[in-house]
């Protein structure tokens, strides 16, 4: 077992973090989700092992550095070893601009950027040990261009391109690459509560596809960013958004 790689994935208790967790481990790494949704991590863990898979769980909260600083303690001693980070936990709400509290400002930079940064830093130092690493950040085209109400997760996004790119060149030299995932409109649980049906159709009308993509779709594109066949990818935020950021006009 100790020779398997070992992948965590953050916020891998539903959505898009569930479907990265189930193509990792139905792909042979030893998984570890790390949620504060416990209920819904341990309902996917215990499916998983049913498929034989190897999955763990670690309750996280990823705006707390001490709990952080545990998943790593724990890490170290269960297994010795991080390979592959996934930073997919993140927080959103919709508030227009000029009504915008202080308060949920600080909250999704502390969830969105601060978690990953230190995610990251702890990550990467385990990772330096064995020589070898891969961090996945998942972004947002939020983080490419604005939208209604979203000063803050917008925001949050546009810095984990930066902070994806800093990583990159920081960390290339332990064999660790850093690399992100911005989804474009994805059929989850937090997107049929935060997209009016006006907003849907705005999204779709922009997608040259014509429909929001899956988890499934995400979970794809972050397993190859984990692999061996993307070693010389570094530093880059692959849009899987259905051609959403290269549309404009679509009606001829």
């Known amino acids: 077992m100790m020779n398997q790689k070992v992948a965590v994935i953050t916020g891998g208790g539903n959505g898009i973090g569930s479907s990265i967790v189930e193509a990792f481990a139905t792909n042979g790494y030893i998984t570890v989700i790390s949620d504060i949704n416990e209920e819904g991590s341990l309902l996917l863990q215990e499916r998983l092992r049913a498929q034989d898979c190897t999955v763990d769980f670690y309750k996280l909260d990823v705006g707390s550095e001490e709990q952080i600083a545990g998943l790593f303690d724990y890490l170290d001693r269960e297994y010795g070893r991080c390979d592959v980070l996934v930073n997919n936990a993140g927080i959103a709400k919709t ?56 000063a803050a997760y917008g925001t949050s996004k546009a810095a984990v391109y930066g ?85 404009g006009v679509l009606q001829p």
């Open 95 to 150: 508030i227009p601009y000029l009504e915008y509290p202080k308060e949920h400002w600080d909250l999704v930079m502390r969830v969105n950027v601060t978690g990953p940064f230190l995610l990251s830093q702890y990550a990467g130092r385990l990772m330096k040990k064995n020589g070898w690493g891969r961090i996945i950040n998942l972004a947002s085209i939020s983080g490419e261009i604005a939208s209604f109400g979203r």
């Open 163 to 247: 902070l994806t790119r800093q990583m990159a060149i920081e960390l290339s030299e332990y064999g660790i690459t850093a690399n992100g995932i911005s989804p474009g409109p994805i059929e989850t649980p937090l997107t049929q509560v935060l997209h009016s049906d006006e907003a849907r159709k705005a999204y779709t009308d922009r997608v040259p596809m014509g429909r929001y993509g899956s988890s499934n779709e995400i979970a794809a594109a972050v397993l190859f960013l984990a692999s061996e066949g993307a070693s010389y990818i570094n530093g880059h935020v692959l849009p899987v958004d259905g051609g959403f950021l290269a549309s």
